[in-house]
């Protein structure tokens, strides 16, 4: 059974880069069938989704990403396939990018997300 | 961007209560439509992928119809664990959108 675990700083200076990592427990990340998604939560609001990647070692589509365009001058996804692990990037955050982060796993077909990981809280203060 | 629209936004219900909560889509997307649960503090869930595909483990008293803009979830009889937040989520082309979500209480 898949799980994933995020993980990185819960405080990040403004104008700053947010990183966190995502680990991926029994699969692998690299599959032709699913992607690796980020989606947020900011407190007391909606989900939006910053993006994902897919990575397989298989086709010529490995590495590709998509972002959200909202976020896409800042936003970075890539994948460590010796770590079973993907990460987020966001840089020049404001207090506006406070938000419960989580990490999915995104069927590629059909675009629902499962499982997601418990997520983790990114506060956005100096 | 598609744009995901929720009703109602809050709702009370007893236990025992058929729920009903209504996602529309601002372009049609097919049945590319999916549900979640989420408890306060938790992940969201998936319950419902596809429109109308019950995700495995998930009981069956939840239910999902439609396609093309508009979509349903049904609580066929409430439960105390259902009191919860309940997201439609479009996955017919990126960016990926959410509804605003609605609030089931009692």
């Known amino acids: 059974q898949v799980q994933l675990q995020e993980s990185g700083p819960g405080l990040v200076k403004p104008s700053e880069t947010l990183s966190l990592t995502c680990t991926v427990s029994?699969?692998?990340?690299?599959?032709?069938?699913?992607?690796w998604s980020w989606i947020r939560q900011p407190p007391g609001k909606g989900l939006e989704w910053i993006g994902y990647?897919?990575?397989?070692?298989?086709?010529?589509?490995?590495?590709?990403?998509d972002y959200n365009p909202s976020l896409k001058s800042r936003v970075t996804i890539s994948v460590d396939t010796s770590r079973k692990q993907f990460s987020l990037h966001l840089s020049s955050v404001t207090a506006a990018d406070t938000a419960v982060y989580y990490c999915?796993?995104?069927?590629?077909?059909?675009?629902?997300?499962?499982?997601w990981g418990q997520g983790t809280l990114v506060t956005v203060s100096s | 961007d598609i744009q995901m629209t929720q009703s109602p936004s809050s709702l009370s219900a007893s236990v025992g209560d058929r729920v009903t909560i209504t996602c529309r889509a601002s372009?049609?997307?097919?049945?590319?439509l999916n549900w979640y649960q989420q408890k306060p503090g938790k992940a969201p869930k998936l319950l419902i992928y596809?429109?109308?595909n019950l995700q495995s483990g998930v009981p069956s008293r939840f239910s999902g119809s439609g396609s093309g803009t508009d979509f349903t979830l049904t609580i066929s009889t409430l439960q105390p664990e259902d009191f919860a937040y309940y997201y439609c989520q479009q996955t017919s082309t990126t960016p990926l959108t959410f509804g605003g979500g609605t609030r089931v209480e009692i």
């Open positions: 596809t429109a109308s």
């Open positions: 029994g699969g692998s990340v690299s599959s032709d069938t699913y992607y």
């Open positions: 999915a796993r995104v069927q590629r077909m059909t675009g629902w997300c499962d499982p």
């Open positions: 372009q049609t997307i097919s049945s590319y």
């Open positions: 990647i897919h990575y397989s070692g298989s086709t010529a589509y490995s590495g590709n990403t």
